[in-house]
């Protein structure tokens, strides 16, 4: 069985969303899954002693901003840089992502919509109720999802998930692995492409 894309990310993170669409396109040609596996982002930073983009400096977090322009500009995605709800706890969110995915429900979709929530169209990814908005235009049972999300497999399947980035080397987000194979940010999805031809 060809391996597909482990996606190790949080869905507050701008580079997730700046790549997410082209790393579902590359999937789809590569014919392969994508394993969505949204993390606590913050337990991800400390434990590879890295500083979290908010707590950057002017200088580094301006560049940040240029840069995530340029990138939205090639993929042709819109893009408020500078987003109202950010940062923002995403773990509500995740743990949506989540239960989604174990009730095998329409999780790239709603990946793509929570993402772009922060970054397009300025809604607060830790309100339940953009939660609840977000499942509905997914067209998913909200009430039921929002209330698996509560529960434990859930948060363990979320743990399980940052253990596993921590484990693997991951220094942010977006994190992808292909086998044993992995590689860190949206720019590197051409490498990302180049392992999955590898691996089939």
């Not at 507050?12 to 579902?24: E, F, I, K, P, Q």
């Not at 174990?102 to 979709?109: A, E, K, L, P, T």
């Given at each position: 069985?060809?391996?597909?894309?482990?996606?190790?990310f949080?869905?507050?993170?701008?580079?997730?969303?700046?790549?997410?669409?082209?790393?579902?396109?590359?999937?789809?040609?590569?014919?392969?899954?994508?394993?969505?596996?949204?993390?606590?982002?913050?337990?991800?930073?400390?434990?590879?002693?890295?500083?979290?983009?908010?707590?950057?400096?002017?200088?580094?977090?301006?560049?940040?901003?240029?840069?995530?322009?340029?990138?939205?500009?090639?993929?042709?995605?819109?893009?408020?840089?500078?987003?109202?709800?950010?940062?923002?706890?995403?773990?509500?969110?995740?743990?949506?992502?989540?239960?989604?995915a174990?009730?095998?429900?329409?999780?790239?979709?709603f990946?793509?919509?929570?993402?772009?929530?922060?970054?397009?169209?300025?809604?607060?990814?830790?309100?339940?109720?953009?939660?609840?908005?977000?499942?509905?235009?997914?067209?998913?049972?909200?009430?039921?999802?929002?209330?698996?999300?509560?529960?434990?497999?859930?948060?363990?399947?979320?743990?399980?998930?940052?253990?596993?980035?921590?484990?693997?080397?991951?220094?942010?987000?977006?994190?992808?692995?292909?086998?044993?194979?992995?590689?860190?940010?949206?720019?590197?999805?051409?490498?990302?492409?180049?392992?999955?031809?590898?691996?089939?």
């Open positions: 069985m060809k391996p597909g894309i482990e996606h190790f949080t869905p507050v993170s701008g580079y997730a969303y700046l790549g997410h669409d082209t790393m579902l396109k590359i999937a789809r040609a590569a014919g392969v899954k994508v394993r969505q596996r949204p993390v606590d982002i913050g337990k991800v930073f400390e434990a590879c002693g890295v500083t979290p983009p908010a707590k950057q400096s002017e200088a580094r977090r301006a560049w940040r901003m240029r840069d995530m322009r340029l990138w939205a500009e090639r993929r042709g995605l819109p893009l408020q840089d500078r987003p109202r709800f950010w940062p923002v706890d995403g773990s509500r969110a995740a743990l949506t992502i989540v239960a989604l174990i009730m095998n429900g329409s999780v790239d979709r990946v793509s919509a929570a993402l772009a929530a922060v970054w397009a169209r300025d809604l607060d990814l830790a309100e339940p109720r953009t939660i609840a908005v977000l499942l509905d235009e997914c067209g998913a049972d909200v009430a039921g999802v929002m209330a698996y999300a509560g529960s434990g497999e859930a948060k363990a399947a979320y743990e399980a998930n940052t253990s596993d980035a921590i484990a693997a080397g991951a220094i942010g987000s977006p994190f992808y692995r292909v086998g044993e194979e992995t590689f860190f940010g949206q720019d590197r999805l051409d490498f990302v492409q180049s392992a999955l031809t590898r691996a089939a």
